[in-house]
């Protein structure tokens, strides 16, 4: 037990270690932001002017598919893996995850996954085009024939999901130090811990949608198919039963993280602690109820679109809560202004902003002309770039010196989020205007009166994508060769039992439990 | 050292996950190749190492089971994983049902609604079991999705099959008793009982397929009668053969005496998988076959 | 030398051109920033409750956000701003849940009126079909025994960037979709192949049109006018390239076309009858392959390998007309290959079949005659 890691790349391949599997889950997910980020400055760069100028139409919906998937799937998911088996252990002063093995498998299955999936980009007939929601029928009856790959690759990231959700939960009920209740549990931990049951209760859902899918596709049945007796539109019941919680599996992590990193900045607690754990649970809860606010357009009774107006609106109140309680941390509050809690600043305004438009895409009449506009794009990236993103960027910046014992390099951490920051903003803006003034999305090629915005978001997003440049580079760097970091508690005001084991975190902490007060 | 309570065995690194995940990648592309009508060579080649794998993984616990690394910390690790694994198969099993009751009590009614029926569906009338699909209503013998002539009888095999699988829930508590009782003869006599429940089980549900095929028109392509009916079985019928072949493993190890009183997670996490199995055929018995019919 | 000289003059000249360029630019943009108001009391109603809930969030976002940056400038370390330790208060946490409910529950009041307003299909003036198909709208007025298939009409070439782009870029048609003014008309909406959704901004109608499903949406225009609107719902690789244009006219004029279109079509039917030289089913055939077949076999017959087959050395096209008859009238159902015996008259069948029978080197010297066409579907 007392031994440190294995030599080589033996180490990475066959490792049971937490915190090796953090680091590769972490790495993994930069590595399919750059791909997603890649896909995305596709489209972006198509879109800088009307007309066709780089690629084809049927090109420019595959990138769209992919991009939506390898960000959703393979960027933001496996990062707040990763971060959860970093810092769980760490948190509720566990040796390691409560099944090391299984682990370890979780994460491996991902690669295969995505090889398979961005494998089919270079099929005969090209890879999925049908969106990353993937509607039948023209996932279907009239999607290419890679769609079989994309099937089982989508069966694949579940069964590693899900594995994955069973591992964290069985670590936060079974594994916690002794003293370390659940109303004691950092938020990080306890909003994985309800993410980890939302992933259990929905993964199988979607592995439902495509296996139905699967079947009509080569076994003749008709799920999706009204010739049959079926429906196209049940196909949308089950994704969004999936989709909706799967927002929130993206964004109540970065709510833990958040609520980390708020705290020890403003050097003041959290401001309403089990309210906030209640809040998460309400979110949770809502998130299985309010699925087809997505579907406002596909003819339901009028009485289903009131019912998924009111039950998606009533997500503002738990939500408002967790604002309030940020803000209310920094209130009095001593606070600084290090890279981390820039972007958490910049987390709580950008968050609030993309939940109001969410708010207003819940108000159904409103959402007969925003839906499947740019104004939706525009929604979801403030959520979800500004959101999941930047809170994983806060918290790479934020432990990345307990995980590795250096400093990174501050004023390249602020540079790196000025440009982030403001690219971000001059990207997803605009798209508000386009989405009002009628710009549908998933459109290869648009009208004259969208092309000025167009070309700002594109440059937005250009830049926006130039900084991730800058952040690999800071993080590698610091790695190489930052500043070492000695004391155990890396930043004057964090609280937890993270920061109370040495830095670097060593390869196996908490073998003995802490005794927790 | 295992009695500590607070101790928690972390195991030494593996090569087992990593050849897992390959068993599975490479039976997840051989898969997408073989329904397009390729060779099944890759996912055959990948289901065996992951056969193999599988082998030695379990093995390997086992192994570390009975050298005594597993206090009861890292067993409660097991109990909450095998609980959780269930729980998601149920969320799997809901959706199936949920598309069930969804085209029973919106999707038909609304094909044959008069707008629908009067632009798209000529003739269509919604019923269930669906004999007519919406495209025969229109296209009549040419139709692609013809609706079965007739279905299954409910209290024929599937009332059976309800005894069966019931009974075999009941004798797999026998077997535990037994075994908590510390009474090994028993626990082995009714655990193979119980398994041999589940062949016949199977054994008639394969002979019931048959006969759909054969004699009622009810085939995975009868429309989403056939859909449903074939989906929902099917998958529980392959939920019954992994848990018969999970107890099987248990009959064996209970034979080669790895179980006591209080050392027997296996054959529990197994009888678990079971019991929820059985859960299952109820709901299916109930609103497939009886409310089906 | 001259080179040189001439330079600096054309830099000035581009940079003045490019501030041309951008002057209407400029005055456009204001309007390019919100949703328009529309020619529908319900497209108007959407627009003030869209206006409503944008200003109680703008309203609340500023509260908050104030109160944050508030802080973040007052209670800096860098000032010396001592930590307070606060870190609950019942009474604060639950007056910040229960406002947040009042005011949600004050924007569902408004929110629900319009709903029920948008959902009122009874008492129409005028049915009208909606069919989406990869890649067009079929619009057919139901009982008036009028019906036409609607397809984008900017040419490839302004695409490409062989051409300039003309004003109405993408978002015209050739035969646009015509509605009486002041006349409640209610479209009932489907598809053939995949899920499409009908868009016209300017009636605050938007439905997806589903296959083997009929969805309902009206919309009364008050202002006659032509306008402008997109398919919503991804449906393929033509998603960007299936606009929709209506125009709205008084109705007389509507009566007055109706009663012309209904002409043209029996005008359509007599010609079923005639027989055609080769050159003239080349010429129309070309037309309607370029406009009906060409976004998935392709301008030039090549198709797109794996998804579209080519037409180029097809063994359906120049095998036994009869196979190529079959596939080009009932479609290949369970692919994207449409029935186009319910969308095109027999001259153009038969138009179109002679054109790929003989065109990308095909030169079978076949010629389909209406008649063929008539006889084949009669047949059937
Ligand atoms: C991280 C991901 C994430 C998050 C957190 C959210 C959060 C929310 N989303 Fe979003 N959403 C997406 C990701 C996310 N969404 C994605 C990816 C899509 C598109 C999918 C696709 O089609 O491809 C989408 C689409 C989408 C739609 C469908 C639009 C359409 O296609 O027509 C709707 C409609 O209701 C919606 C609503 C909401 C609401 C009400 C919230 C709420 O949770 C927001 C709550 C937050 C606040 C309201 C702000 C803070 C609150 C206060 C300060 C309190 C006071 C406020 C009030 C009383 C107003 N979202
Ligand atoms: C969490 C998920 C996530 C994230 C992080 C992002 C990030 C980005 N997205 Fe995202 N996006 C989605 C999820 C996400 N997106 C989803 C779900 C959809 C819907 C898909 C669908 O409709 O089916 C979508 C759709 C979508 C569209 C609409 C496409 C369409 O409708 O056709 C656009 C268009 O602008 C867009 C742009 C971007 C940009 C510019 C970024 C940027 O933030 C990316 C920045 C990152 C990089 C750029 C990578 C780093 C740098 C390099 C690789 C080096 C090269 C860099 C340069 C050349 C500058 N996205
Ligand atoms: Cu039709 Cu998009
Ligand atoms: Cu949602």
Redesign the pocket.
Known sequence: MAHGPAKGIKRWLFTTNHKDIGTLYLWFSFAM??????F??I??AE?FQPGMQLVTPEF?NQ???M???V??FG??MPAFVGLANWMIPLMIGAPDMALPRMNNLSFWILPFAFLILVATLFMEGGGPNF???FYAPLSTTYAPDSVNYFIFAIHLMGASSIMGAINIIATVLNMRAPGMTLMKMPLFVWTWLITAFLLLAVMPVLAGAVTMMLMDINFGTSFFDAAGGGDPVLFQHIFWFFGHPEVYI?ILPAFGVISAIIPTFSRKPLFGYSSMVYATAAIAFLSFIVWAHHMFTVGMPLAGELYFMYATMLIAVPTGVKVFNWITTMFRGAISFETPMLFAIAFVILFTIGGFTGLMLAIAPSDIQYHDS?FV?AH??YV??AG??FSGTAAVYYWLPKWCGRMYNETMGKLHFWIAFIG?NI??FP?HFLGLAGMP????DYALQFADWNMV??IG??I???A??LFLYNVIATIVAGKPVKEAKVWEGAEGLEWTVPTPAPYHTFATPPAVK | MASESNYYYVPESSKLPIFTALGMGLCAYGAGSWVQGHSPMVFLIGAVILAAVLWAWFGAVIRENLAGLYNERVERSFVWGMSWFIFSEVMFFAVFFGALFYVRTIALPELGSPLETELLWKGFEPSWPLHVTPEMAVAGEAAKFKGPREIIDPWHIPLINTIILLSSSVTVHFAHTALKNANRRMFIGWLAVTVLLGAIFLGFQIYEYGEAYRHLGLTLNAGIYGTTFFMLTGFHGAHVTIGTFMLLVQLVRAIKGHFSADNCFGFEASSWYWHFVDVVWVGLFIFVYVLGS | MIAKDEQPRARLLLSLLTLAASVPALADWRETLNMPVGVTEVSREIHALHMTIFWICVAIGVVVFSVMIYSLIAHRKSRGHQAAHFHESTAVEIAWTVVPALILIAMAVPATKAMIKLYDTSDADLDVLVTGYQWKWQYEYLGHGVSFMSELATPESQIYGAEEKSEHYLQEVNNPLVIPVGAKVRFLLTAKDVIHAWWVPAFGVKKDAIPGFVNETWARVEVPGTYRGECAE?CGRGHAFMPIVVKAVPQAEFDQWLAAKKREAEELKALTAKTFTMEELMARGEEVYNRSCAACHQVNGEGIPGIFPPMKGSTIATGPLSGHLDIVVNGKPGTAMQAFGQQLSEVDLAAVITYERNAFGNDTGDVVQPLDVYNFKQGQ
């Open positions: 932001f750059l791909v997603g980020g890649l995305a400055m489209i972006r879109l420019f990138m769209t598919t991009h939506g998937l960000m959703v960027a933001i969106g990353w929601t993206i740019y794009v979801f990236h979800m770039v999941a993103v971000f990207a997803f798209q999305r998933r459109y290869a978001s594109s997003a250009f926006y994508g130039a991730q440049i | 991804l």
